[in-house]
Antibody, heavy 119, light 107 residues
Framework: QVQLQESGPGLVKPSQTLSLTCTVS??????????WSWIRQPAGKGLEWIGR???????NYNPSLKSRVTISVDTSKNQFSLKLSSVTAADTAVYYC???????????WGQGTLVTVSS | DIQMTQSPSSLSASVGDRVTITCQAS??????LNWYQQKPGKAPKLLIY???NLETGVPSRFSGSGSGTDFTFTINSLQPEDIATYYC?????????FGPGTKVDIK
């Protein structure tokens, strides 16, 4: 059974860079037709897609965040990571990592991690 | 970006009722639509993919239909464990966009 687990600081100061890692267990991040994605959800609000990476390293980002987002993959550690720069309070949210089967069906999710942007 | 709307934003129904949620896309997305269930404090769970296909292990009381711009999600015989927020998600093109959600609770 595939499992995903987010990790990283729960508190980030404004203007700094948010960094999260998603560790995948129960299967190789390199196998299959999967995209590995980040999705966030501000408290009480809906879901916002941040971006995705294929194991080849190919990435796609949400245009609304593209200038601040970097997603990378480390196949040796079975992990992928998110960096979001120049954060503000508007970036406070629960951040989920997820597997997208065939690029589009989010069939496995991490439990989510709350990141608060505050000084 | 394609915009997604859902209605109603919330609803209250009795156990055993049939519940219907609609999702509308701002342009034709064929059948490139998924439905998710999110319970409080939990990650979303994929229920329906390609507008009408039931994900493995999901109870058959859940169903979806539609194509183009108008889609419907139905729970036949609402159960107490179905209390959740339901989201549609288009994937006709990038970025994938989720609808604003419909909160379902028990009357």
């Amino acid at each position: 059974q595939v499992q995903l687990q987010e990790s990283g600081p729960g508190l980030v100061k404004p203007s700094q860079t948010l960094s999260l890692t998603c560790t995948v267990s129960g299967g190789s991040i390199s196998s299959g037709s999967y995209y590995w994605s980040w999705i966030r959800q501000p408290a009480g609000k809906g879901l916002e897609w941040i971006g995705r990476i294929y194991t080849s390293g190919s990435t796609n980002y949400n245009p609304s965040l593209k200038s601040r987002v970097t997603i990378s993959v480390d196949t040796s550690k079975n992990q992928f990571s998110l960096k979001l720069s120049s954060v503000t309070a508007a970036d406070t949210a629960v951040y989920y990592c997820a597997r997208a089967f065939s690029g589009w069906y989010y069939d496995y999710w991490g439990q989510g991690t709350l990141v608060t942007v505050s000084s | 970006d394609i915009q997604m709307t859902q209605s109603p934003s919330s609803l209250s129904a009795s156990v055993g009722d049939r519940v219907t949620i609609t999702c509308q896309a701002s342009q034709d997305i064929s059948n490139y639509l998924n439905w998710y269930q999110q319970k409080p404090g939990k990650a979303p769970k994929l229920l329906i993919y390609d507008a009408s296909n039931l994900e493995t292990g999901v109870p058959s009381r859940f169903s979806g239909s539609g194509s183009g711009t108008d889609f419907t999600f139905t729970i036949n015989s609402l159960q107490p464990e179905d209390i959740a927020t339901y989201y549609c998600q288009q994937y006709d093109n990038l970025p994938p966009v989720f609808g604003p959600g419909t909160k379902v609770d028990i009357k």
